[in-house]
């Protein structure tokens, strides 16, 4: 049996993925392991780099995705195939130091279910540092959480940790929230981090929406996802009954004092609260019963692989 197995996402990392594998082979001397690449949908020679180590050395295997799904796809991919007792994430982009491997394992034997890694010294751009430091702060003081970097690559999961996280869009950066929510242990420990050595990065300042996009969602899950209609019922409830009792004073000031209703704005916002009230109730009953088909039928992938080199 494996204990180990590296999940590597590489889109166009053609420079990188050699230098990567030679770091992992030093690391890993000794450990019983196997390195599953992720080509996310590569316009490079970086699946052609893959396929000669996997020809090369029998630890590595290789996932070739047929377009570029995004790296939470490549990272949920490797998870779904990965056959050791021990998980670990890393980028392809030598931006992580593999020897760092050892610090997570140590932590994790500690008794923690995920260990993240925290990159004190980062060593990315000025603009990319600053966001990261603000969308790490906005997720701990909304969830609680204490990991101070969810979006570094470098972390460690015990396989039922990966068995227990549904990933989509770009919600890779949160799976310590979605583990510590489910009831894991998730831990962290410095690590240390490297500028890019060659190609670009594949984020630009859209990952910002994305991540705050990501983790409305994830929150709303993570507070409603059995019950949507505990969030959106009494919203539905409370709207209705503000319009029903605009609309029952008019039609009080109609029937009893003969007024006019043709000039009043609040007939407006009436009928409006209403049928935004009817509405967030009829939301709320469509939502419970999406929940209800989401957890009975749970078989599908949103990505299409194309070929994988065991
Ligand atoms: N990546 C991927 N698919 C994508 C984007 C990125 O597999 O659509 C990989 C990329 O090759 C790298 C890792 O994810 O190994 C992190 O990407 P990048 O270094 O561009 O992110 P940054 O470090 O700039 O945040
Ligand atoms: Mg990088």
Not at 50 to 74: P, S, W, Y
Request: aromatic fraction near 12%; charge should be positive.
């Amino acid at each position: 049996m494996t204990d180990l197995s590296i999940v590597v996402p590489a889109y166009n990392e053609q420079e990188n993925i050699s230098v990567l594998h030679h770091r992992l082979t030093e690391a890993l001397r000794g450990k019983s392991y196997e390195i599953l690449f992720v080509d996310d949908g590569s316009t490079d020679k970086t699946l052609e780099v893959c396929e000669k180590l996997h020809c090369e050395d029998k630890h590595v295997k290789v996932i070739q995705f047929r377009r570029n799904f995004g790296q939470t796809a490549a990272f949920d991919a490797g998870f779904k195939r990965a056959q050791g007792k021990v998980i670990i994430t890393i980028d392809a982009d030598l931006q992580n130091d593999p020897h760092d491997i050892d610090l997570l394992l140590k932590k994790l034997d500690e008794g923690y279910d995920c260990v993240s890694g925290w990159r004190i010294n980062r060593k990315d751009s000025i603009g990319k540092t600053i966001t990261s430091l603000f969308a790490n702060g906005f997720r701990k003081l909304l969830t609680g959480e204490k990991i101070h970097d969810s979006g570094c690559s470098l972390k460690a999961y015990r396989k039922e940790c990966v068995e227990n996280v549904d990933l989509y869009g770009e919600t890779h950066r949160f799976i310590p929230t979605i583990l510590s929510w489910k009831g894991f242990k998730v831990g962290e420990v410095k690590v240390k981090h490297y500028p890019r050595a060659f190609g670009k990065t594949k984020y630009g300042f859209s990952r910002v929406f994305r991540g705050l996009f990501d983790f409305i969602v994830i929150k709303f899950w993570m507070n409603y996802s059995t019950k949507p209609m505990y969030f959106l019922g009494p919203v539905g409830l409370v709207l209705t009954f503000f319009g029903s009792l605009i609309g029952g004073y008019l039609t009080f000031d109609k029937i009893f004092f003969g007024a006019s209703l043709a000039n009043r704005p609040l007939l407006l916002l009436a009928i409006l609260l209403v049928i935004l009230g009817v509405q967030f109730l009829i939301f709320g009953i469509i939502l419970d019963i999406l929940v209800k088909i989401y957890y009975e039928n749970r078989t599908k992938t949103y990505y299409s692989i194309k070929k994988v080199l065991q």
